[in-house]
């Protein structure tokens, strides 16, 4: 694996954002510095953070930096919550894209979950990961 855009995670995590994006650009102007920047910022925040910490060379910065992903994900489902109680979408919107935010952390905990068990089978002396086994990861 040679970047982190072929991470099935992140892959996700980009559908998901670029969803959100064309999703508040129906919201009333005057949520443009409020729920928006929020909600947009939030799934920035989810992807950046996955290929930030796959820039790392060390398995627990990596693991740090999916679990700010991680919660960057529950924020952007709570954004939506309250995009959903003032009516700027739909139910069905809501479910659609709170399924799709679900997913995401789904697959980024097994990513993290995989980070772990490399992590645990290459320490000792080691200070960062085998390059073979670092961005080995399949779907889920």
């Known amino acids: 694996m040679n970047s982190f855009k072929e991470l099935e995670v992140w892959k996700a995590c980009r559908e998901l954002r670029l969803l959100i994006w064309k999703l508040v650009k129906s919201f009333p102007n005057e949520e443009k510095y409020r729920l928006t920047d929020q909600m ?7 992807t950046t953070q996955i290929a930030e910490g796959y820039g790392r060379f060390h398995f627990q910065e990596n693991i740090q930096f999916c679990r700010i992903s991680r919660g960057s994900l529950f924020e952007l489902i709570d954004h939506l919550t309250v995009a959903l109680d003032s009516e700027y979408i739909s139910d069905h919107e809501y479910n659609d894209l709170e399924e799709k935010t679900a997913r995401c952390i789904q697959i980024l905990n097994g990513y993290i979950n995989y980070l772990v068990k490399a992590k645990d089978k290459y320490s ?17």
């Open 124 to 140: 000792g002396n080691q200070t960062s990961e085998p390059e073979e086994y670092y961005g080995a990861i399949t779907e889920p």
């Open 40 to 46: 947009i910022s939030a799934s920035r925040s989810a």
